[in-house]
């Protein structure tokens, strides 16, 4: 509630007896008739500024002084408009609140702030300015820089002052700077001791002669003077009323616009309007007393309604509560959006439905127990709402057979039903979608076994078949349908998927692959041709192609072998490929297979032969050195190196190898050459014939 003038006009008559006279503070600007601010100069010692540590002194300082709204229940605004270094100040406040109650005067605070000034008193805690604390802690010895008695005044009548430096001035301590004397402050002027009184004596001399001269003296004209005086009173109050007449009709006039501008919530120029309507209401003296008091007292009525302190503050009565103005456009936004959603989940458009509700919480969320609904029922509606728009378009895309699509609609309703609360058809909607996921996932399992089995791509399309019949045995309730063309399907296409396999394994000479792949296509034959598939392919077909790729198998890994001269190794695997013949015996009849089977076993033959020439080459060259030196006496004592063991040729049972070596005595190399040879009925070796020894020089053979 504002301040009353007359209030004001107190606190101001006071202010200019205080300080009208006061060598210390001046008032040097006010605004508003009576003031609400006000620019007061001190003249005290306080510091402007610290640089390194010192502190320079000025003598002079304004602060501005603002009465809020609100005053004297507010603390007034007080700003310094010079710099001042102190604790209670920042560049934008004086800190006034701890001092500031009911039974200070505005007064009282000017002096205040002198004494905050000067450092007569300081903050120790919650401060503005710490380091302006540390400093005052610092140099508390220094402290207060002035003091002044700001109850004492000058005399009224003053002979011209005597200049008299503050305390100090002359010899200032270290932490104490004078500014440059370009920007110093007038020092405090004090009038000399006794001149008041002099001049005041001297001046009562003067007045009494001229009194005596004047006794002697006869009036003149006494009626002229009296008659003028009435003549001037009469203009002067004939102004007086005609102005009074004008003010208040202004005051009447004004106060007409202001009901229009609360009816429009224009509660900030009201209240322009009527401080207008208190001011012109002030300046009226004399007419219209009455009129005055009553419309003074309906702007106090309105100034005093809970309707205009509520709409100072942008605050508006809606459904009996005081709100602002962004709140009540909170409320109808959100009770539109209500609207809209409901209108659109009539319409079955459920997906913007649940996006107006869910705009809808957005605004909700600080409106409190203004919201037209709770927040939890508007977010349980947008979530009802996405669920419903979810399903719909699920049930949509499964009426048009795009089975993947529906899954994933269903999909994202089941976790929309994940994060509501569970009531009684919450479990009946959860099993339903899950049945409809299941279904288009099935669906969707098939078709994509459709179309791999229509391109021919038969591994997946027997994954597919795969995984739909899985799906069969997890599905709730009744099996799902054409389980057994699905089967079937599945089958064939699991056969040509290991038959075509294995033609291409054996077209690539992979034989391994080609065997394992047939051998599976021909365990599948049987429910392949049951399901209507693999009509042109016997089984008599797959063993063949089987048993072909185990003999050429047989046929390159002996040929790997002979290429690393593994003779052993090839007729294993030449035997193999004869034993896989005699297994299949009605395909392994056939005329190409006999005549496979006729080379194996002649080839083994040999091959034979060869590891056993090669054994006995290996049993040989194991025991060179004791046949050499048993066969050469004089070799007994010789270095034998360097043997070599060939086959000669086979006489009868007799199998002829050259054995050779070298000898090393006496640092001279000789060859030593020898027939050895074995008898394959007795088995027994012995020394052949043409067994002797080669000299040798220094060359070696």
Known sequence: ????????????????????????????????????????????????????????????????????????????????????????FDPDAVCVGDFWNSSHSLADLIVHIGRLISYQAYSREDVFNRQALDWATAHSDLLPLDRADFSVQAPEEAQPAVVTPMAGQDGLPAALAEPDRAGQAPPVIAPAAGQGREKREARGEKLGGAAGKSTGRKMRKPLLALLCAVLLLAAGAGALLVLDQRNYAGAVQKWAGVAPLISQNRFSEAQTQVKAVQDLLDKVRFLKKEEKQALRQEVGKLTDSREFQEGLQGKILVN????????????????????????LADAGKWQKAGESYAMAAEKTEGLGDLAPLPLAEIEQLAQKSRLQGQLAEGNLFRSEQKWEQAQGHYQEAQKILAGMPKDEQWEATSREI???????????????????????????????????????????????????????????????????????????????????????????????????????????????????????????????????????????ALQASISAIDRNRGVGAEKEFAAARKSAAERISRYQFLADIQQKIAYLLSRYETIFKGFFPSAAQSKLSEPQITFVRQEGNLLIFKMQCLEENRRQKFTLEMNYQYDGKSGQWSPGHQAGGAGAGSAGK
């Open 1 to 88: 509630m504002p301040v009353s003038n007359s209030q004001l006009t107190n606190e101001y008559d006071e202010i200019k007896r205080r300080f009208s006279a006061s060598p210390y503070i001046r008032i040097t600007a006010t605004s508003g008739n009576p003031p609400d601010s006000y620019e007061i100069t001190y003249q005290v010692k306080g510091i402007s500024q610290v640089t390194d540590g010192r502190a320079v002194i000025v003598d002079s300082h304004r602060v501005s002084i603002v009465l809020p709204f609100g005053y004297p229940h507010f603390p007034p605004n007080c700003k310094p408009l010079t710099a001042i270094f102190h604790p209670d």
């Open 320 to 343: 009996g509560r005081y709100i602002t103005s962004r709140q009540q456009q909170d409320v109808k936004a959100v009770t539109g959006l209500l609207a809209e959603a409901r209108s």
């Open 434 to 572: 899950r049945t409809l996921t299941a279904e288009m996932a099935f669906s969707a399992a098939v078709e994509h076994g459709d179309q791999f089995f229509a391109g021919k791509q038969w591994s997946q399309a027997a994954d597919s078949y795969e995984n739909a019949l899985k799906m069969i045995d997890n599905q709730e309730g009744e099996p799902a349908r054409d389980v057994k063309k699905i089967t079937g399907q599945r089958d064939v296409a699991r056969f040509n998927s290991f038959y075509e396999a294995g033609l291409k394994d054996f077209s690539g000479g992979q034989w391994d692959a080609a065997i394992a792949n047939l051998e599976k296509s021909e365990g599948l034959l049987a429910a392949a041709g049951a399901a209507g598939g693999a009509r042109e392919i016997s089984r008599a077909t797959i063993e063949r192609k089987i048993l072909s790729a185990m003999v050429n198998r047989g046929e390159a890994v002996a040929a790997a072998y002979l290429v690393e001269e593994k003779y052993g190794q090839a007729v294993k």
